[in-house]
């Protein structure tokens, strides 16, 4: 059964950098491509960045691009979002999710994990 | 960017009725060389985290309900529900990924009730 498990949320000041962490398991972890995708408290889905099988490719949304970067330790099963210049807007929880297609990413997202809470405020 | 447009915003539908939900793309995710669409749909129950329904607009995931049915082409797209249970009270999101990789965009998202 895949799991995803992401820590690293708390409360921060605007301005601020935080690291996010995922840990996944059930799968093997460098035949996939991952994203982070982002709910804003009440609010609809937001798809953050995504990161090849192997970290050789990286994509971002505009709203976190040059502030945001994604990063994975295959040797650890995890998955990262560095997150820097945090604004109030940022505020959300942040979703670790498994692409579907192995070795190529088909950007269908076929596992979820529960989701950390980012609150950036003074 | 996609936009994606769905409406209603929300539904009540009583227990065993069908319930529908529409799609709207704001250019066309068919991609021509495969004959598929982009075209995802999302089951956010409350307190959980999405769950993957139904991929290239109609190929149900594994061990989803054959209640749940995707259909449409090109810019417009359908989830319907043909017999509402009490467990499909959500928030459903369309989603394409026409522009793999990245350029992701979700629907406003609808949300089913009981009436």
């Known amino acids: 059964e895949v799991q995803l498990v992401e820590s690293g949320g708390v409360v921060i000041q605007p301005g601020g950098s935080l690291r996010l962490s995922c840990a996944a398991s059930?799968?093997?972890?460098?035949?996939?491509?991952m994203h982070w995708v982002r709910q804003a408290p009440g609010k609809g889905l937001e798809w953050v960045s995504l990161?090849?099988?192997?970290?050789?490719?990286?994509y971002y949304a505009d709203s976190v691009k040059g502030r945001f970067t994604i990063s994975r330790d295959n040797s650890a099963n995890s998955l990262f979002l560095q997150m820097n210049s945090l604004r109030p807007e940022d505020t959300a929880f942040y979703f670790c999710?498994?692409?579907?297609?192995?070795?190529?990413?088909?950007?269908?997202?076929?596992?979820w994990g529960q989701g950390t809470l980012v609150t950036v405020s003074s | 960017d996609i936009v994606m447009t769905q409406s209603p915003d929300s539904l009540a539908v009583s227990l065993g009725e069908r319930a529908t939900i529409n799609c709207k793309s704001s250019?066309?995710?068919?991609?021509?060389?495969?004959?598929?669409?982009?075209l995802a749909w999302y089951q956010q129950r409350p307190g959980q985290a999405p769950k993957l329904l139904i991929y290239w607009a109609s190929t149900r995931e594994s061990g989803v309900p054959d209640r749940f049915s995707g259909s449409g082409s090109g810019t417009d797209f359908t989830l319907t529900i043909s017999s509402l249970q009490a467990e499909d009270v959500a928030v459903y999101y369309c989603?394409?990924?026409?522009?793999?990789?990245?350029?992701?965009?979700f629907g406003g998202g609808t949300k089913v009730e009981i009436k």
């Open positions: 250019q066309s995710v068919l991609f021509s060389s495969n004959n598929k669409n982009y």
């Open positions: 999710v498994k692409d579907m297609g192995a070795i190529v990413p088909t950007s269908i997202l076929d596992s």
């Open positions: 990161i090849t099988l192997d970290g050789g490719r990286t």
């Open positions: 059930g799968f093997t972890f460098d035949d996939y491509a």
């Open positions: 989603q394409q990924y026409y522009t793999t990789p990245g350029g992701l965009t």
